[in-house]
């Protein structure tokens, strides 16, 4: 029994292991990265073992086997990637504290508005996690906070300089292996949407700043901003895109990619194409992030979620909701490994 993993799976669910998912375990269906073999040939050779606590929790093997079948049959033309980003392309912790999110980093060089900001934070946040309150009229309430947000961006002077700035002060970071797996994606012309109820604009300097390079196959669906010669921010462009209505229907409501970021050859697909991609790899790191495929007619969706917190309590709803789940703030090299076996051509 892999003792880590077992330290951390909270009672109820080990014994459902131990009654029918611990042979399981003999069989590699939980894979601990720090037992990570030298051989390149196994799901876990991407994972670096020096970096230790992270493990991946499979809870149907057999139905994601067959899902990656279907996957590889229709080939890297029929695939899609979605991708949330913060905390899933982004590292949840840095250097063991919590990391900035591409809301978060922003400074807007006023401190009155980035007060004003955490307040509307302060107040909208509990709201955003009330299991309580009914979703249309949370809906109603998410959209009440963005418009504030955005207001206060705007009347408080917003740059784009300050966005420079702010990123390059952050703390924010990649997982490792998210170059890599873009690289590989692009190689095949496979797009990668990221979905964000974040600032579009934020997170394309965060790739490129982060990154040191653009990609021609990513494309940022999230709130995209104008700004005027001066560089000031003057609105916002398209519908708003918050927390709850982050789904492939924020296709239509999104503006065009900015020019600046790696879309200079224009998205290697429109969005018409993009839903003729009918396999979908999901990432996201909240069960709400499934719903990022909603209004897109898949035939075949693998999902990949990433438990970054409240592992004990969270891992039931996770295993039961994403088909690969990563824990500990894992690198995304299992995600790489992943994709090229969907995208290969051979027997493996
Ligand atoms: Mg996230």
């Avoid at 300089?161 to 990123?167: G, L």
């Avoid at 503006?255 to 194409?273: F, K, Q, R, Y």
């Amino acid at each position: 029994m892999n003792h880590r993993l077992h330290n951390i799976i909270p009672v109820r669910w080990r014994s459902i292991c131990e009654q029918r998912f611990l042979p399981s375990l003999a069989n590699r269906r939980v894979w601990r990265c720090s037992d990570m073999s030298k051989n390149r040939t196994d799901m876990e050779q991407f994972v670096d073992a020096s970096k230790g606590s992270s493990e991946v929790v499979v809870a149907d093997p057999e139905l994601v086997e067959k899902k990656k079948a279907a996957i590889r049959l229709g080939g890297p033309a029929k695939l899609q990637v979605i991708a949330d980003f913060d905390g899933t392309l982004t590292k949840y912790r840095i250097d063991g504290r919590r990391g900035q999110s591409s809301h978060g980093l922003l400074q807007q060089g006023n401190p009155k508005y980035d007060d004003k900001r955490q307040e509307l934070f302060e107040y909208y946040h509990p709201l955003e996690i009330n299991p309580t309150i009914p979703i249309d009229e949370k809906a109603k309430l998410m959209v009440e906070w963005w418009e504030k947000t955005h207001a206060l961006l705007i009347e408080g002077g917003l740059t784009y300089d300050a966005i420079k700035t702010s990123v390059s002060n952050s703390t924010i970071a990649f997982r490792e292996g998210v170059v890599e797996l873009f690289e590989f994606l692009e190689e095949r012309d496979v797009p990668v949407l990221i979905f964000s109820a974040g600032l579009a604009d934020v997170i394309e300097e965060v790739l490129r700043q982060k990154l040191h390079r653009s990609f021609k196959n990513v494309k940022i669906v999230s709130n995209r901003m104008v700004f005027d010669q001066h560089g000031h921010l003057v609105s916002f462009k398209g519908k708003t895109i918050h927390v709850l209505n982050k789904n492939e229907h924020a296709l239509d409501m999104a503006a065009p990619v900015h020019d600046l970021m790696g879309d200079s050859n224009g998205p290697i697909d429109d969005n018409a194409s993009v839903r003729k991609r009918t396999n979908v790899l999901l990432l996201g790191d909240h069960i709400g992030d499934l719903g990022m495929s909603d209004g897109l007619n898949y035939e075949t969706r693998i999902s990949v979620g990433f438990l970054n917190d409240n592992i004990k309590s969270s891992l039931d709803s996770y295993r039961e909701a994403f088909d690969v789940v990563y824990l500990n703030d894992a690198p995304m090299w299992g995600v790489v490994k992943l994709v090229s076996q969907l995208c290969s051509t051979g027997s493996d």
